[in-house]
């Protein structure tokens, strides 16, 4: 496609190397029709007959259709396509885990057969939860390896379905940091437990092994030094913090759930080290236990999860509470406010993409006034106050990317994944692809 170029200005410099966005919004028509779909009639969770197997990988051929062709179930043998065999390989861990270590059985507690689908759309660069499935991408692999390569991620994944149907923490501020956090945290136990470690011996990194060769990253986060995963000139540097005095106020990914979730992550590490022995007996047994409580409420805070886990702490209850006192989570902490999204005035339209499991933000403006025809022409015809009133139909879900538009001195608008209409897909594609 010959598109005439543009004024287009990335930020930071290193999204110029980053894989266009055409490919990713090319799945949000897919998205937005199933979810709709699902909307329409009620919400259930089919208990697994015994004829049905515990789980199911499918392959979407690079093409976006969810769930795609069953090619592998629970009892089958290895089939040689490496991406279907690691999710296979990770899913019967998974669930080997939460029943042993919690009597889990499977992510509603109540056996619900697994769905994963690999092979997501062409290079897409993410792995999500989006209320019925597990969603794994093969990455661009010229920054990330395929999602599956790291098998923490898939238990990460199936963390955010055990938090849905647990807590349901909202994914949003402190409380999506959290529901962030936990999923780290059994995506920590688990890999830990497949490597025999305990809490001391264990590395903390998540997502080590999904960027290719050359990116000078060591995993995607550290749940022992946030901020400190990668460094790198086409990735940049890790934006994670690790205590409250450092909690990042935006609007990007949801109000920063994966970069405040390092506080969380870092107050599960330092609490698995002190109490001792393996995370998952130790640590992963209270945060379970918090989880599974039935006090928590969809919008609670660091404070308000901090005191559930110190009250199940039981024989710990030192070593909990001054894991929180050391990341800064007191009983007084409180979400700040967002900051204002800058506005120059200038005659721009301006798209910023957040969220996604690696929680990083592009942004690519577009000044209108140098902008061809067909951006010109989006601009005029969209409606983002309608868009963003038609938005509220929409659940975010775990991981899933984040859309934020501004026109001119306009106020932005920011819309979920599913919630883009054909129009804002391809001003978004226009505004943040890459210069080409
Ligand atoms: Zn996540």
Redesign the pocket.
């Known amino acids: 496609m010959d598109i005439p170029r543009v004024t287009c200005t990335f930020i930071p410099p290193w999204l110029l190397e980053r894989i266009g966005a055409a490919d990713a919004l090319a799945l949000d028509e897919q998205l937005r029709v199933r979810r709709t779909a699902r909307a329409a009639g009620p919400r259930t969770t089919a208990a697994r007959a015994v004829d049905v197997p515990a789980w199911t990988v499918h392959d979407a051929d690079n093409a976006t259709k969810l769930p795609g062709r069953p090619v592998r179930t629970a009892g089958q043998p290895a089939i040689g396509d490496v991406t279907v065999d690691e999710a296979a390989d990770g899913i019967e861990a998974t669930l080997l885990m939460f029943a042993e270590a919690f009597a889990r059985d499977s992510y509603d507690g109540a056996g619900a057969p697994v769905s994963i689908t690999v092979h997501y759309g062409k290079d897409y660069d993410n792995a999500?939860?989006d209320g019925a499935q597990l969603v794994f991408g093969d990455g661009d692999r010229t920054v990330f390896e395929r999602f599956t390569s790291s098998s923490d991620v898939l238990a990460?994944?199936f963390?955010?379905a055990v938090t849905e149907h647990t807590a349901a923490l909202a994914y949003r501020d402190q409380s999506g940091a959290l529901?962030?956090s936990i999923?780290?945290v059994f995506a920590a136990c688990f890999k830990q437990r497949l490597a025999g470690e305990t809490a001391t011996e264990g590395d903390w990194l998540i997502g080590e092994g999904i960027f290719v060769a050359g990116i000078n990253a060591r995993a995607l986060r550290d749940m022992a030094a946030p901020g400190t995963a990668y460094d790198d000139p086409t990735l940049g540097s890790d934006p994670q913090v690790g205590h409250m005095d450092d909690y990042i106020r935006t609007t990007d990914d949801n109000g920063g759930v994966?970069l405040n979730s390092g506080i969380p992550n870092r107050a599960f590490q330092l609490a698995a080290t002190a109490i001792g022995g393996t995370s998952l007996e130790g640590a992963g047994q209270i945060w379970y236990a918090a989880l599974t409580s039935g006090t928590l409420t969809p919008t609670a805070d660091f404070a308000a999860f901090a005191a559930v886990t110190v009250a199940a702490a039981g024989e710990h209850v030192d070593a909990v509470t001054s894991a929180w006192q050391q990341v800064g989570v007191t009983a007084d902490a409180t979400t700040p406010a967002p900051g204002p999204v800058e506005s120059g005035g200038e005659r721009v339209v301006r798209v910023r993409r957040s969220g996604g499991?690696a929680g990083r933000t592009e942004e690519g403006v577009v000044s209108l006034d140098a902008a061809d025809d067909g951006v010109r022409a989006i601009v005029e015809r969209i409606d983002l106050d309608a868009a963003a009133a038609g938005a509220a139909a929409y659940r975010q879900m775990?991981?899933m990317y984040l859309y934020t538009f501004q026109v001119a001195d306009g106020d932005p608008v920011t819309l979920p994944e599913q919630a883009l209409s054909g129009d804002l897909h391809e001003l978004a594609e226009l505004v943040l692809r890459r210069d080409r």
């Open positions: 999500f939860w990460h994944e963390g955010h529901n962030e999923s780290d994966h499991f775990p991981d």
